[in-house]
T-cell receptor, first 107, second 111 residues
Framework: RKEVEQDPGPFNVPEGATVAFNCTYS??????FFWYRQDCRKEPKLLMS???SGNEDGRFTAQLNRASQYISLLIRDSKLSDSATYLC????????FGTGTRLQVFP | DTAVSQTPKYLVTQMGNDKSIKCEQN?????MYWYKQDSKKFLKIMFS???????INETVPNRFSPKSPDKAHLNLHINSLELGDSAVYFC??????????FGQGTRLTVV
């Protein structure tokens, strides 16, 4: 089983849609959790950290369920500029990246 | 003002050559990493250094040798390059045990 698993997509959604990405991780001792965004031919950039209590940053909401070892990212009111690959990241003794979920927002 | 900078951005070289990629961070972070992103876009850790000391060395051929002259620099030297080494190599840094900040990547093509 992979340490961090994500649906690779692509998710093709119209502008204004709400889209959710899920991620599962295998190591119950994982300490911290993040969502990164990677644009084509660019480096990954931190989108947001994920806390047990859930956290929101504008149109983005992240949730963590430690019991189920599950992380989610919700994007509301999708914009064309949200098109990218979203990487789920888990910190154990190192940062482990999922394979990413590709999002394409169309007009 | 680039926080994590790596050079070169592009590298095209022949099989069998030896090449180096340099990385520098000005964030004052203690930990630096090398990641490899292959053609399937999977980002896999290669090495991690904390305060110039190697702390993670994943299953990487010993043709790859990282060197950290000080905690702001982590260079990657690759000997006897092979076709399968073609990938994008990312340097990153972080304060200990938290999120990482990435350089722009070095796109290595071995021909």
């Amino acid at each position: 089983r992979k340490e961090v698993e994500q649906d690779p997509g692509p998710f093709n959604v119209p502008e204004g849609a709400t889209v959710a990405f899920n991620c599962t991780y295998s190591n119950s001792a994982s300490q911290s959790f993040f969502w990164y965004r990677q644009d084509c031919r660019k480096e990954p950039k931190l989108l947001m950290s994920v806390y047990s209590s859930g956290n929101e940053d504008g149109r983005f909401t992240a949730q963590l369920n430690r019991a189920s070892q599950y992380i989610s990212l919700l994007i509301r009111d999708s914009k064309l500029s949200d098109s990218a690959t979203y990487l789920c990241v888990v910190l154990t003794d190192k940062l482990i990246f999922g394979t990413g979920t590709r999002l394409q927002v169309f007009p | 003002d680039t926080a994590v900078s790596q050079t070169p951005k592009y590298l095209v070289t022949q099989m069998g050559n030896d090449k180096s990629i340099k990385c520098e961070q000005n964030l004052g972070h203690d930990t630096m990493y090398w990641y490899k992103q292959d053609s399937k876009k999977f980002l896999k850790i290669m090495f991690s250094y904390n305060n110039k000391e190697l702390i993670i060395n994943e299953t990487v051929p010993n043709r790859f040798s990282p060197k950290s002259p000080d905690k702001a620099h982590l260079n990657l030297h690759i000997n006897s390059l092979e076709l399968g080494d073609s990938a994008v190599y990312f340097c990153a840094s972080s304060p200990t045990n938290t999120e990482a900040f990435f350089g722009q990547g070095t796109r290595l093509t071995v021909v």
